[in-house]
């Protein structure tokens, strides 16, 4: 069994790069995303607008 006393080498740099690609590219992937998604929104609050306008009773 070991004294604990050993000098171990860890290679922090090669993990945190890949930690550090890991999380920016699912954050750029949400980013076009949510406006994909907004913009979807927009384009279905603007017919379903449309649509209300067409079926309104203009003869009150």
């Known amino acids: 069994m070991s004294t ?3 000098d ?8 945190a790069e890949e930690a550090d690609d890991a999380t920016e ?3 750029e992937v949400a ?6 998604r907004r913009i979807i929104d927009n384009y279905l609050d603007e017919r ?9 009773d203009y003869d009150l």
């Open 4 to 6: 604990g006393k050993e």
């Open 25 to 27: 590219r699912p954050v």
């Open 48 to 56: 379903k607008l449309q649509r209300q306008l067409n079926d309104y």
């Open 31 to 36: 980013k076009t995303n949510l406006t994909k």
């Open 8 to 15: 171990l080498e860890i290679e922090d740099d090669f993990v």
